[in-house]
């Protein structure tokens, strides 16, 4: 969550509760096997219906359109999710598996993860033998390369950037919609199987940021520009067969998709069918009811939190619902460019008066989060949630109080939140939390289309605010130098670092850790700049969503990958029969 994605807030996930969630894509600290009694449901391998058959169709059931299927241009959960799953591979994927394993990454396309030279920053791989488009033509290391190019295109905004900000591109490149290719300077292309990508800096995980849909195949005779997102030309396991845009989508098999060049995907389904005229309640009384077609159908989105608990009161149906935490955070952002949140002891002061347990009933109570005790979720930090202050989960108004007295607001002050409409009981529990230090909030309601450009505004924004972000893959750095590198900060249309935190000390470390060529130096060292932004406290971290989804009783294979923020793993999911 907008899992796992540099620009995510421009284009925010529906979160949990419509919270705004920021780049693109969760919490592997319990067991997901186990059972945590709030909601997530699974069996003992952690698999809700154990291993599919092969064949049958797969409904899924939707409130909306996708709003991008071209690779270039996927940067939202659950659609990366989907993408990635069904229509298209990249050099590396993730594994399909529930809890920490399925944070691994395995060999897609490429034949391995890559191999670095040149300090990290030369990065090539090798492609397998037998890959074919669904026409049966081959799929071939320049078509990867235009994908690629195509992500620095104008004309097709809104995918991942990881491409501009690694690669030694040229100043000014704007992509190959108009004949200009990358040179090899950038990207090489030595025969039709090698694919050699030249970096501005070391990149100690680059092979995790091959996961992203940017570095799969898009051959140029197929191009269309802005309405690829229509058909993208298949190299998975399923292909296009119609799409009426917010109405219907359906594929069919891929049948040049060869397995045995795929150790992920398992295309259990021969048909997948999503109707997406739906609406979220509609959504849940068809799949408590369980009738007919509807048994072999999954929710493409989230538990309405009015319906959970009818859910997890009726044992049949919990039995069928998954809830994993998202590996996303939600905030109270504070606005560090105007008083009086540029003071940071009154920053520290907020740390202590809010009330998550409030704040997380308003948001669906346990079944549906957890409280957040860190920026980082414990997708980053080895499945297990730092608690940097250890602070009560109700807060502590008499610490707080005494920190505001230091700060030079014995008395209290008062000031806005900005939040969507939608999200006004949430900005009530903060409101209620903070009004037993004599801090006094008004809540400013607006439409949720119009949060982000009034948050991104340096004129515009409130005090307070509340929204989110989610890592690209698990790794510290999608997450921190997004939020809070102050150098990434503009007047308007600021998407990241919406605290507009700015701290040169923090910039630098940044910088240091980005030219770390060891993974594990890198994660320690984030894990140690991270206790030093919560001791500056920019934002408060409020809860980690997780994201209810209820699945027929036809169905096997459902859990949810924390890499996909909480989403149900489409590589796996099918049919425990076909009827």
């Known amino acids: 969550m907008t899992r796992r994605t540099h620009t995510a807030l421009a284009a925010a996930i529906a979160a949990a509760l419509t919270l ?30 154990g291993t599919p058959v092969k064949g049958g169709t797969l409904n899924i059931l939707s409130n909306q359109d996708f709003s991008q299927l071209d690779p270039t241009r996927n940067w939202v959960e659950p659609e990366m999710d989907f993408g990635l799953r069904t229509l298209y591979r990249t050099l590396t994927t993730f594994k399909a598996a529930p809890g920490a394993e399925g944070l691994q990454i395995v060999p897609d396309l490429a034949t391995d993860l890559g191999t670095p030279s040149d300090n990290a920053k030369t990065w090539t791989f090798h492609l397998k033998d037998g890959l074919k488009y669904e026409d049966g033509s081959p799929i071939v290391a320049d078509d990867i390369k235009y994908n690629v190019e195509r992500s620095f295109s104008p004309e097709l905004p809104g995918g991942p950037d990881y491409a501009k900000q690694y690669l030694n591109a040229p100043k000014g490149y704007a992509g190959p919609l108009k004949g200009e290719r990358l040179g090899k300077e950038a990207i090489e292309v030595p025969d039709a199987k090698t694919i050699i990508f030249h970096l501005k800096r070391p990149v100690a995980e680059f092979g995790y940021t091959v996961t992203l849909p940017t570095f799969a195949p898009v051959p140029i005779a197929k191009e269309t520009g802005a309405n690829y997102s229509n058909h993208p030309f298949s190299s998975g396991p399923y292909k296009i067969e119609s799409y009426d845009r917010g109405k219907r989508l359906v594929l069919v098999r891929n049948t040049n998709w060869d397995p045995s060049t795929d150790t992920v995907r398992k295309a259990y389904p021969d048909k997948i069918v999503v109707d997406q005229t739906l609406d979220r309640a509609g959504i849940a009384d ?12 999954i929710a493409y989105t989230e538990l309405l939190p009015a319906k959970v608990s009818d859910v997890i009161t009726n044992p049949s149906v919990k039995a069928r619902l998954v809830s994993q935490s998202e590996g996303c955070t939600a905030f109270l952002e504070m606005n560090t460019s105007k008083a009086p949140f540029d003071n940071p002891k009154l920053r520290l002061a907020m740390q202590y008066a809010v009330d998550k347990e409030q704040f997380q009933s308003a948001v669906g109570g346990p079944a549906l989060s957890d409280i957040a005790t860190d920026n980082l979720p414990p997708a980053l930090t080895d ?5 940097h202050f250890k602070i009560p989960a109700a807060g502590d108004t008499d610490k707080a109080k005494q920190l505001m007295a230091e700060a030079g607001y014995p008395n209290g002050f008062s000031t806005e939140i900005t939040v969507a409409s939608a999200n006004r009981q949430q900005a009530e529990a903060i409101q209620a939390g903070l009004k037993r230090v004599n801090v006094n909030v008004v809540i400013d309601p607006i439409d949720a289309s119009a949060v982000n450009s009034v948050q991104g505004d340096k004129n515009k924004q409130t005090g307070l605010g509340i929204a989110g972000w989610c890592p690209d893959y698990p790794s510290a750095a999608t997450f921190l130098p997004m939020i809070y590198d102050g150098r990434t900060v503009t007047d308007t249309g600021n998407q990241g670092d919406k605290t507009r935190f ?12 980005a030219g770390l060529t060891d993974v594990k130096a890198a994660n320690d060292a984030y894990l140690a700049l991270d206790g030093k932004i919560m001791d500056e406290s920019p934002a408060v971290p409020l809860s980690w969503q997780k994201k209810p989804l209820l699945v027929g009783s036809n169905i096997a294979g459902a859990f949810a990958n924390s890499v996909w923020s909480g989403q149900l793993d489409y590589a796996v999911i099918g049919l425990k029969s076909v009827k």
């Open 20 to 49: 705004g969630l920021g780049a693109c894509s969760s919490n592997t600290s319990s067991d997901p096997g186990a059972g945590d009694g709030k909601g997530i449901t699974t069996e003992g391998n952690g698999i809700i219906g």
């Open 286 to 297: 068809r799949l408590v009811a369980d009738q007919t077609a509807d048994q072999s159908a």
């Open 383 to 387: 499945g297990t949630p730092v608690d």
């Open 502 to 513: 700015n701290d040169p000390a923090v910039n630098a470390e940044f910088d240091r850790i």
